[in-house]
């Protein structure tokens, strides 16, 4: 005679339920829905008072990138502030040069819209959940490494967005979220690669990632600018392909 425990059973039905949530793929939203997301995205990122506001969200991204990068090249990562500037700081100690130096100083620039390539991606194969998901896990795992009351308040409150909306909402409401996420990445991470070139045309920004990259590597600035822009570029042409299904 085979006894089966409710509770054993219950409890394999709710870790089985939740991997389907998770992993599974959910419908595909409508093309009007993926057109307004982006009109939205562009929205709060071309007028420049609203940008000064959202730019945050995209600090967040290039902070973490280099913070990343920063572990994952052998690095020990210091911590990371976030201003209300939209400015930021990851600081990391290990070797000054090298390869995995000049990473580091390469991933500020090119993870806003990496990461909204990545995202696209996820959404092309249908993987809402999952990205939102994959949102809140890395904004949690970043958050250890904050030293500043703004930046976790920043961290945390996006953080929040992304984990209410992925629990409890609907399908309709995390694919709208999902894709407006997902297109200001991309549409973000154009930006600021035009901003640091006009500054740097002026005088300013003197100490830049591009600066830093040209002397750890003794290739001119506007080289890394240049890189800097085709990722973006790339990025946003690859990306909104996919999340257009062309």
Not at 12 to 28: C, E, I, K, Y
Not at 176 to 197: C, D, I, N, S
Request: proline content about 5%; some cysteine.
């Amino acid at each position: 005679m085979v006894s089966t425990d409710p509770a054993t059973t219950l409890s394999s039905a709710s870790v089985s339920d939740l991997w389907d949530r998770v992993f599974g793929a959910q419908p595909v939203p409508d093309k009007w829905l993926v057109i307004a997301t982006g009109l939205l995205a562009l929205a709060a990122v071309a007028p420049h008072p609203i940008w000064r506001i959202s730019r945050n969200a995209v600090t967040i991204a290039h902070e973490g990138g280099h913070g990343l990068v920063a572990l994952l090249t052998g690095r020990r990562l210091d911590g990371i502030r976030l201003h209300s500037d939209t400015s930021g700081l990851t600081v990391s100690a290990g070797k000054p040069t090298g390869l995995g130096m000049i990473l580091t100083a390469a991933a500020g620039y090119t993870a806003p819209p990496l990461l909204g390539l990545g995202g696209a991606w996820l959404l092309a194969a249908h993987h809402i959940t999952l990205l939102l998901w994959l949102a809140t896990a890395l904004l949690i795992a970043m958050l250890v490494m904050i030293r500043n009351a703004y930046g976790a308040l920043t961290v945390i409150v996006t953080g929040a967005a992304f984990l209410l909306v992925s629990w409890l909402t609907e399908p309709g409401v995390q694919a709208g979220f999902a894709y407006a996420a997902v297109w200001f990445l991309l549409l973000g991470g154009v930006r600021p690669a035009f901003e640091l070139q006009s500054k740097r045309r002026h005088g300013g920004a003197p100490d830049s990632d591009a600066d830093q990259l040209s002397r750890l590597t003794h290739v001119p600035p506007a080289m890394w600018l240049f890189l800097f822009h085709a990722v973006s570029l790339c990025s946003l042409i690859g990306g909104g392909r996919w999340l257009l299904g062309l």
